[in-house]
């Protein structure tokens, strides 16, 4: 059985090595410029040769998003950028304006077409494969039987998404954000609007009533972890998560999840159980409440959130930082800046080249006694089987379900 590749969201480099450590085949990222998600952290253009670079040494894929509609004064800005691309190695270049398309041709750098080209059926496949692209991402709308028959006609890698957030216009081609704000969502600026509480207001008879129990504009996350195996058996190339504007930890989670499903399902060993422990894990980190897309048909009307923000049943609460880390002994030093710790306790240990270190303490020493808690302002050093650096970030995870 042929594994999919597991292509993971990258936006700042806690990011990039989070995913590397849970298990990414491949990530892909922005710079700031001309992409999807201008308001994640993003990447600079000299980043990309040190960003190809590790991802090199660890045999991991590099894809740029290079998928904004383009403007004519910017046609220098994608030569440039596709220059650095080339010069740098980097795999793929994630497209959809032709004007990217075609500097891609011409300067042989391999390119993805993105799912805002809405690719929904094989003669479409077929048109971007003649042009030159060597993997494309289907539409959101395209259920599983659907993407079933067109990898029967087509020889294209097909890319579709597996988890994460879903927008109401689906491809991202909406205008609310930028009627209300100015700010496109086609230039990667959304500033999600949609999301929020929305009320009807009647100016005859002056009252108003709150638009129905769930937030009618704001879907669920999409979420397949219960029916990955599916997706798996149906030939699918690439499974792609969505994310780049959220936290390194849930990059380490959420890849490490469907890094394990993926590996499982193809030993025989993903059973409906594992997949229950998964998803409950899934749902420890931001999520809006999960939904199947339209892998089984067009999302029921309770496809929507809630309620605004996060469904996560955990949250983070910082800590303090790192202070030295002794290899020989594996041990971390911590300085507790802003809540007490104690043996038992999940912390997270985030930093730029640490990515992300998921542990529960084992044991504490202060001062050379063990202790069971650390107070505010303490050092205390705790066992790491994990290299932690200096000025990482500590942080302790509580949950949020009574």
Not at 257 to 272: F, S
């Amino acid at each position: 059985m042929k594994k999919p590749q597991l292509l993971a969201p990258v936006g700042d480099w806690k990011m990039l090595h989070a995913a590397i450590k849970a298990g990414a085949d491949a990530i892909y990222f922005g710079i700031d410029k001309l992409n999807m998600r201008a308001k994640a952290d993003n990447f600079k253009l000299i980043d990309l040769k040190e960003i190809a670079k590790i991802c090199k040494e660890k045999k991991i894929e590099t894809n740029l998003t290079l998928n904004t509609i383009i403007y004519e004064d910017e046609l220098n800005d994608v030569e440039k950028i596709l220059k650095e691309v080339k010069a740098a190695e980097i795999d793929f270049v994630i497209c959809w304006d032709m004007s990217v398309v075609r500097r891609c041709i011409e300067f042989g750098v391999p390119f993805c077409v993105s799912t805002q080209a809405s690719i929904s059926n094989s003669e479409a496949a077929k048109y971007y494969q003649e042009l030159g692209a060597h993997r494309i991402t289907l539409a959101r709308e395209c259920t599983l039987e659907k993407i079933k028959e067109m990898r029967e006609k087509v020889d294209i890698e097909i890319e579709t998404f597996i988890h994460g957030a879903m927008c109401v216009a689906i491809s991202g081609r909406c205008f609310l954000s930028q009627s209300i704000f100015g700010q496109s969502a086609n230039r990667g600026e959304c500033l999600q609007p949609c999301r929020r509480e929305f009320e009807i207001y009647d100016k005859q008879d002056d009252y108003s009533l709150l638009l129905g129990n769930d937030y009618v504009l704001s879907p669920k996350d999409l979420c397949s972890i219960e029916f990955i195996d599916k997706l798996i058996d149906a030939g699918i190339d690439v499974f792609k998560i969505e994310g780049r504007k959220r936290s390194p930890e849930y990059i380490a989670k959420v890849v490490s999840i469907y890094r394990n499903a993926i590996d499982l399902h193809t030993e025989g060993k993903l059973t409906k159980e594992i997949k229950l422990e998964m998803l409950n894990e899934l749902k420890k980190v931001y999520n809006r409440g999960f939904s199947s897309g339209f892998y089984f048909g067009i999302p029921e009307a309770t496809e929507f959130a809630k309620k605004y923000g996060s469904h996560a049943t955990t949250k983070k609460i910082y800590v303090g930082k790192v202070i030295n880390y002794f290899r020989k002994t594996n041990i971390v030093h911590i300085k507790i800046e802003a809540e007490e710790i104690s043996v038992g306790d999940n912390i997270l240990i985030i930093g730029n080249s640490t990515g992300v270190i998921e542990m529960q303490i084992p044991s504490m020493v202060i001062d050379e006694k063990q202790v069971t808690t650390a107070p505010k302002t303490s050092d205390v050093t705790i066992p790491c089987p994990e290299i932690a650096r200096v000025n990482d970030q500590v942080y302790k995870v509580v949950s949020l379900i009574d």
